[in-house]
């Protein structure tokens, strides 16, 4: 029983909750949960169009919406602003000091030659009245909002110190319902839940989607023809390819640091266990080799160990193996349920999915095992995947009884819930930063 349960919970029970909806509803749509506080204020000032540019994105609304979804800043309401200059000659320092702004953005967009858009911003610290950051860039029209995403990420490290996520993406599952015939569909949107693409239309569950270190790729397992396949999709071309699908199990991808190797779990030669393919030759290694169900491998960012989840000690728990072979050791002892780990992009710590009183939550532990701390306070919490700046963690969650995706500050702050006007979503990946 105790085997089933880890199957199901684990890798399969997200069969019964697969979710989402038709392109007519495909954005996702994100609703700032619980508090800031401390966060810190900031002006964001309409960017000025010169020289006759007619941008069709609000570029500076899209920076202070990214920046107020991290927590750690609070963007000033445009209404509540005196003055909105785009020139560093305009901007009264005394003004903002007495709207209570620490830092203050302005910027310009002026057509550029050969077609598309020049930006420039500069970031100002209101009470010294330095200018602590300035940059340019060019856009084409279609990419405003990547390019509003890149100025954010530049605000956020020059006034956090930290590597900033906007302009990454994120991978996840919908279906319109959880009834079995509900078409599902693989989908790769902006982090902000816009642009979204489809990768895989199917009729048949698809689940566990990772991405490829250079963030051009996807693998993922499908149930095409009832048989569970793992395959690999680059995103560019739509091109894929199925690399596994052999008799039984076929699941849990996780490419290797370097992109050279997949990790997996196979059943063909009996129990499940954690096979690793090299993708140049498709040669596989078996890692593990035990009776009880070993799945859902994860790598360490080094390359140099593995994670997964066994019940070999009797009930599912967090195991650690290195990438060369060899025995396998427990990392987690406290609680009776670990899953589905993975390990933060410093590798100091390990996300997963732990049960309390019945309840399935999202908790952090040191990647040497110790005390966990929980994240989340759902029932049904599962498929945690880190921000590659290792700052949030995003994973699958519920609300009002849909399929919804929840992120969580590691620090603490405001949280972010993404859904979808109709339908469900699961199986959320944070993509790695952009090569």
């Not at 995103?235 to 596994?244: E, P, S």
């Amino acid at each position: 029983m105790q085997r089933l349960s880890l199957v199901v919970a684990g890798t399969f029970l997200c069969l019964l909750m697969l979710a989402a909806i038709g392109q007519a509803h495909a954005k996702l749509t994100i609703e700032v949960t619980g508090g800031a506080e401390g966060a810190q204020p900031i002006a964001i000032v309409p960017f000025g169009d010169v020289d006759g540019a007619r941008p069709g994105v609000d570029v500076a609304n899209v920076i202070s919406a990214d920046l107020t979804r991290s927590g750690r800043f609070r963007a000033m309401a445009r209404r509540e602003m005196l003055a909105t200059p785009s020139r560093q000659e305009d901007v009264d320092f005394r003004e903002w000091q007495l709207l209570g702004m620490n830092n203050l953005l302005i910027g310009e967009i002026r057509p550029a030659e050969g077609g598309g858009y020049d930006l420039s911003w500069r970031l100002f610290d209101v009470f010294s009245g330095d200018q602590l950051a300035a940059r340019s860039l060019r856009s084409t029209e279609r990419g405003l909002r990547h390019a509003a995403h890149r100025i954010a990420d530049q605000v956020y490290e020059t006034l956090t110190g930290e590597r900033g996520v906007f302009a990454t993406r994120l991978a996840y599952v919908t279906s319109r319902d959880r009834s079995v015939d509900s078409r599902v569909i693989l989908r790769v949107s902006d982090s902000d839940g816009y642009n979204p693409q489809t990768i895989v239309d199917s009729a048949e569950p698809i689940l566990s989607p990772a991405w490829s270190p250079d963030g051009k790729r996807l693998a993922y397992v499908s149930f095409e023809n009832r048989q569970p396949s793992i395959y690999i999709q680059e995103l560019a071309t739509g091109r894929r390819q199925r690399v596994a699908s052999y008799e039984g199990i076929n699941g849990s991808p996780a490419f290797s640091p370097d992109g050279r190797r997949l990790a997996m779990t196979l059943s063909k030669d009996g129990s499940p266990d954690i096979y690793l393919m090299d993708l140049a030759s498709g040669n596989l290694t078996q890692l593990t080799d035990h009776y009880a169900i070993d799945t859902e491998p994860a790598w360490s960012p080094d390359g140099r160990h593995l994670v997964f989840t066994s019940d070999r000690g009797g009930r599912p728990q967090i195991y650690r193996v290195a990438a060369s072979g060899g025995p396998a050791e427990r990392v987690t002892y406290e609680g009776e349920y670990n899953a589905a780990a993975s390990y933060s992009p410093d590798g100091q710590y390990l996300v997963m999915v732990t049960r309390v009183g019945g309840r399935f939550r999202i908790a952090l532990t040191d990647a040497q095992g110790g005390s966990r701390r929980l994240l989340s306070n759902g029932a049904l919490d599962e498929s945690p995947s880190f921000a590659p700046n290792g700052s949030m963690v995003i994973y699958a969650s519920e609300n009002n009884g849909r399929g919804v995706l929840s992120v969580t500050p590691i620090a603490g702050g405001a949280g972010q819930r993404l859904s979808q006007e109709v339908g469900e979503v699961r199986e959320p990946a944070w993509s790695p930063f952009p090569r």
